[in-house]
């Protein structure tokens, strides 16, 4: 299989290009710096010079690939969340999904697995989420929502995967490194009261899924990519505590969260008690369906 990839050099990114070309399937990925990606990407994935929100040649070499897995997007906690990030921020979605989506709608790939975030469902409290709940009514729910209309297009010729990513732990970056800082100092422990239930996936398994959704015929619609137990932020922090041999019990108050990141402050305290029900009805089998074993691999 020809699979075509988009946000190549990200963490799932690079983790995906190296399981696609381990089981022998042909890897194109996109990349706005073709030097950056050849020293972050591993051997045999072709490098396509590009920018997945500006229309260009890549166009044409979407439309000859069998799939695409399309993960571009300017990273969301990349900084604090002013006028103008906000507006990158939602750009490099929404325009990257629509051009992709124009290709494949025009008869390029047959299979496009978009991705989205667990951000498609608000705030909720502690109400069970899955694929068959409704959109929540926040910026992010609504930006979320406006992502995967942009792959709707594409419907017309492919099957559309609208992958909703829970919080993705990997030793390689993203969130982990951040949610350990304070533990390594000693000085870790829960977000406010740490009532909020936080979805998350261990990075072999947000690729488990991805590949997944390329495999099977019958997933097509939104998909939750995260591990079937949510856990609350605080057993998040005390397990943290646990695996790290430190305590666990210097809680940040939200004041001093929204004080630190500003409006990212409604994202990183948002509850979304996500479970993965279509994976499962697919006997899709986690590597890592609890916390603790996931971060003793990732942090051993």
Not at 176 to 183: G, H, M, S, Y
């Given at each position: 299989?020809?699979?075509?990839?988009?946000?190549?050099?990200?963490?799932?990114?690079?983790?995906?290009?190296?399981?696609?070309v381990?089981?022998?399937?042909?890897?194109?990925?996109?990349?706005?710096?073709?030097?950056?990606?050849?020293?972050?990407?591993?051997?045999?994935?072709?490098?396509?010079?590009?920018?997945?929100?500006?229309?260009?040649?890549?166009?044409?070499?979407?439309?000859?690939?069998?799939?695409?897995?399309?993960?571009?997007?300017?990273?969301?906690?990349?900084?604090?969340?002013?006028?103008?990030?906000?507006?990158?921020?939602?750009?490099?979605?929404?325009?990257?999904?629509?051009?992709?989506?124009?290709?494949?709608?025009?008869?390029?790939?047959?299979?496009?697995?978009?991705?989205?975030?667990?951000?498609?469902?608000?705030?909720?409290?502690?109400?069970?989420?899955?694929?068959?709940?409704?959109?929540?009514?926040?910026?992010?729910?609504?930006?979320?929502?406006?992502?995967?209309?942009?792959?709707?297009?594409?419907?017309?010729?492919?099957?559309?995967?609208?992958?909703?990513?829970g919080?993705?732990?990997s030793?390689?970056?993203g969130?982990?490194?951040?949610?350990?800082?304070?533990?390594?100092?000693?000085?870790?422990?829960?977000?406010?009261?740490?009532?909020?239930?936080?979805p998350?996936?261990?990075?072999?398994?947000?690729?488990?899924?991805?590949?997944?959704?390329?495999?099977?015929?019958?997933i097509?619609?939104?998909?939750?990519?995260?591990?079937?137990?949510?856990?609350?932020?605080?057993?998040?922090?005390?397990?943290?505590?646990?695996?790290?041999?430190?305590?666990?019990?210097?809680?940040?108050?939200?004041?001093?969260?929204?004080?630190?990141?500003?409006?990212?402050?409604?994202?990183?305290?948002?509850?979304?008690?996500?479970?993965?029900?279509?994976?499962?009805?697919?006997?899709?089998?986690?590597?890592?369906?609890?916390?603790?074993?996931?971060?003793?691999?990732?942090?051993?």
């Amino acid at each position: 299989m020809h699979v075509f990839v988009t946000g190549a050099t990200g963490i799932v990114g690079r983790a995906l290009c190296g399981a696609l070309v381990s089981r022998g399937d042909f890897v194109t990925a996109l990349s706005r710096s073709a030097g950056s990606a050849a020293a972050r990407l591993p051997a045999g994935v072709r490098i396509l010079e590009g920018d997945p929100a500006a229309p260009g040649r890549w166009q044409e070499e979407l439309a000859r690939a069998d799939a695409c897995v399309h993960l571009a997007g300017e990273p969301m906690a990349a900084g604090r969340l002013t006028a103008a990030r906000k507006a990158k921020v939602a750009a490099s979605r929404l325009d990257s999904t629509r051009l992709v989506a124009e290709v494949i709608a025009a008869g390029g790939p047959e299979v496009l697995v978009s991705g989205s975030a667990v951000g498609f469902y608000g705030s909720r409290g502690d109400e069970v989420l899955d694929e068959t709940s409704p959109p929540g009514g926040d910026a992010m729910a609504e930006l979320c929502r406006r992502w995967e209309a942009a792959a709707v297009p594409a419907t017309a010729e492919a099957r559309v995967v609208l992958l909703r990513t829970g919080i993705v732990l990997s030793d390689q970056g993203g969130a982990l490194p951040e949610l350990v800082r304070p533990f390594r100092l000693f000085a870790g422990g829960p977000l406010g009261d740490g009532a909020f239930w936080q979805p998350w996936i261990h990075l072999a398994d947000e690729v488990g899924l991805i590949l997944l959704a390329l495999e099977d015929g019958k997933i097509a619609g939104p998909l939750c990519a995260s591990a079937p137990e949510p856990v609350r932020n605080r057993d998040l922090a005390a397990t943290l505590g646990k695996v790290l041999h430190r305590p666990a019990f210097v809680s940040t108050p939200a004041l001093a969260v929204r004080l630190a990141v500003g409006d990212l402050a409604d994202i990183v305290l948002a509850s979304q008690r996500m479970v993965p029900t279509l994976a499962n009805e697919c006997g899709y089998l986690f590597r890592f369906p609890t916390l603790e074993p996931a971060l003793r691999d990732l942090l051993a």
